[in-house]
């Protein structure tokens, strides 16, 4: 199983909006709904801010938004803020009980 | 609030074992439906699925390190452990440990530690 490809760097101005991608295969992404995204800061865990897909666990704010389109998930966030600076990675189910991170995305606020 | 903390050595010699617990507060890790995982992630790199484990004992690996790795739970301890043999310095990393909710997120994680292989 290879790493889902993310592009390695977005930026926004606070307020606007940035997609990031995350592209797998017909064997991971395109054939589960089990996406999850994670917000990584510098030196702390990561955290999760989206699953199955476009799922928010409770106390993620609603300006961050997930879905999918055939081999390829995306993460949306809306309403930019300064503190949304940080690491963003992709997870799929990959089959056979296994799962797949992406590479990660750095979040520059401008 | 469910708590997970790494511990183990911090410095592991190449060829070696490493050797890696997460201990569990805030809930009894027999309790709910959850496997419990361990993730990695070189410096400056992302992240990487080791495996994870169920509290009956049911394990699953990610197949590019099954060969050397071992997850183990102590429910009577409320902790889990990882085992990864024959290290070289590409196993460098921050090691995680992390609650799997069944369907492969994690939702829970440990502040991490590092582990060096080096002589």
């Known amino acids: 199983q290879s790493a889902l490809t993310q592009p390695a760097s977005v930026s926004g101005s606070p307020g606007q909006s940035i997609t990031i991608s995350c592209t797998g295969t017909?064997?991971?992404?395109?054939?589960?709904?089990?996406v999850s995204w994670y917000q990584q800061h510098p030196g702390k865990a990561p955290k999760l801010m989206i699953y199955?897909?476009?799922k928010r666990p409770s106390g993620v704010s609603n300006r961050f938004s997930g879905s999918k389109s055939g081999n390829t998930a995306s993460l949306t966030i809306s309403g930019l803020q300064a503190e949304d600076e940080a690491d963003y990675y992709c997870?799929?189910?990959?089959?056979?009980?296994?799962?797949?991170f992406g590479g990660g995305t750095k979040l520059t606020v401008l | 609030q469910v708590q997970l903390q790494e511990s183990g050595p911090g410095l592991v010699k190449p060829s070696q074992t490493l050797s890696l617990t997460c201990t569990v507060s805030?809930?009894?890790?027999?309790?709910?439906?959850?496997?419990w995982s361990w993730i990695r992630q070189p410096a400056g790199k992302g992240l990487e699925w080791i495996g994870r484990?169920?509290?009956?004992?049911?394990?699953n690996y990610n197949p590019s390190l099954k060969s050397r790795v071992t997850i183990s739970v102590d429910t009577s301890k409320n902790q889990f452990s990882l085992k990864l043999s024959s290290v070289t310095a590409a196993d460098t990393a921050v090691y995680y440990c992390?609650?799997?909710?069944?369907?492969?997120?994690?939702?829970?994680w440990g502040q991490g530690t590092l582990v060096t292989v080096s002589s």
């Open positions: 992390a609650r799997d909710l069944l369907r492969y997120y994690f939702d829970y």
């Open positions: 805030g809930g009894s890790i027999s309790s709910g439906s959850y496997y």
């Open positions: 199955e897909v476009s």
């Open positions: 997870c799929s189910y990959a089959g056979s009980s296994s799962v797949v």
């Open positions: 484990i169920y509290t009956s004992g049911s394990t």
């Open positions: 017909s064997s991971d992404v395109g054939s589960y709904n089990l």
